[in-house]
């Protein structure tokens, strides 16, 4: 039986608990989808709505909302409480842009209000900016995409306990690999960052594969991060994350049994493992192709350090090579993405012990298994099977 917060959130009686984030503003919810929920093992969740609002004077509106559940509930929003099949549920519900973990969301969503803040800044004389929402996880960050007429730009939105933290890595970082610079800063959570250089990887495999970066120019990368990366918090490791992972999954596919008995499958395959640890290296945490641009085969931008920090080389060769495998998987896939995945696997293999590099990518596939729920996929449960074969293969490779 579906967790109880999560199934009211998803189910039929979701879009009477949403109706109130919106009703304060004098309107009404039209329509509601979620476009991402993001479960913990404990059951509490984040999702994020695409609404169908219609307001005051009868115009109808496409909006964020967003619902969080048990410990994941921020201070200041919404609360909604009631017994729900026999259990005791709160809702912490919000309307985009009043995020309450997010108090500088609302000017960096405005169009006024952030090409003031550019004007302050030095980057921007444009009296109003054209704004494009990128991503959004509710409760936890923000990126916007914003444009001038003349320039372009990107704007990350976070808790203010994360700014400091998030500058500090830039700084240790942009000199060394091309990660970008941080352009400004403010204490509440705005991060402003340049537009990266070249092309993303995933969108280079999708047209073909040309100018890939070769794996040793990934390499490369991963050699220039600096030393002073090692004084940063260890993010755990992908073996270290399998329970979690798995918890969360059982959580989202409890009325799924093919899903489960396959986790079960490879989860205790993973248990029985017999991991060796590495020496720690500085790492970027989270090394794939959405992350990296290139540009006639030299690596122009490296995005997303939030994880940089001390750890295990064969982990960032596991995290490239299970996104790989998933992309591969694709329907709309070319045999780019696998055949760029065997020679990172022949390159990487040289350099890390083989074995545990392939028992790691099985271990972050558990996690990227994850993916086709929280993005609501109408046939999540049979794509969460194929990730969760795709990781048992690499598993058997290494017997």
């Known amino acids: 039986m579906a967790i109880p917060a ?21 309107c009404q919810l039209e329509d509601l989808r979620a476009a991402e929920v993001n479960v913990d093992p404990s059951g509490a969740a984040i999702v ?50 009043r995020d309450p973990a997010l108090p500088a969301l609302p000017t960096a969503s405005s169009p006024v209000l952030l090409a003031e803040l550019f004007r302050e800044f030095g980057l921007s004389e444009s009296s109003s900016l054209d704004i494009r929402p990128l991503r959004y996880l509710p409760s936890r960050h923000a990126v916007l995409e914003v444009h001038d007429g003349r320039f372009r730009w990107f704007v990350k939105v976070v808790r203010p306990s994360a700014v400091a933290d998030l500058c500090h890595r830039h700084e240790l970082t942009f000199r060394h690999v091309p990660v970008p610079p941080v352009l400004a800063s403010t204490a509440d959570g705005v991060i402003v960052l340049p537009e990266a250089r070249g092309t ?15 794996p040793e120019a990934l390499e490369s990368v991963l050699d220039a991060l600096p030393d002073e990366l090692m004084s940063l918090e260890r993010e755990p490791s992908h073996m270290e994350l399998v329970e979690y992972h798995a918890g969360a999954l059982r959580c989202a596919a409890t009325d799924e049994p093919a899903v489960l008995a396959r986790l079960t499958d490879v989860v205790e395959a993973l248990l029985e493992v017999d ?27 490296v995005l997303d350090i939030d994880s940089a920090g001390p750890g295990e080389r064969s982990d960032e060769w596991a995290t490239l090579l299970a996104h790989l495998s998933a992309v591969a998987l694709d329907d709309t896939s070319t045999e780019v993405a696998p055949r760029y995945a065997d020679a990172v696997l022949a390159h ?10 392939r028992q790691r990518t099985a271990a972050a596939l558990v996690g990227l298994a994850t993916g086709p729920f929280r993005l609501q996929h109408p046939h999540w449960p049979r794509h969460t099977v194929d990730l969760l074969d795709v990781a048992m293969r690499w598993l058997s490779d290494t017997t």
């Open 275 to 301: 991991a060796e640890r590495e020496e720690l290296v500085p790492v970027h945490g989270d090394f794939h192709e959405g992350q990296l641009f290139a540009e006639n085969g030299v690596v122009t931008a």
């Open 6 to 26: 999560l199934d009211l959130l998803l189910g039929p009686e979701g879009p009477n608990v949403l109706a109130a984030a919106i009703a304060e503003y004098d």
């Open 348 to 357: 990487a293999a040289r350099r890390v012990a083989a074995r545990q590099l």
């Open 48 to 97: 994020a709505y695409v609404a169908g609002v219609r307001r005051a004077d009868g115009t109808v509106t496409t909006e964020f909302l967003g619902a969080t559940t048990g410990k994941r509930i921020p201070p200041g929003a919404a609360v909604v409480a009631g017994e729900y099949r026999g259990e005791h549920v709160e809702v912490g519900i919000w309307a985009w842009p």
């Open 200 to 214: 993303a990887l995933d969108s280079l495999i999708t047209d073909g594969g040309a100018a890939l970066p070769a």
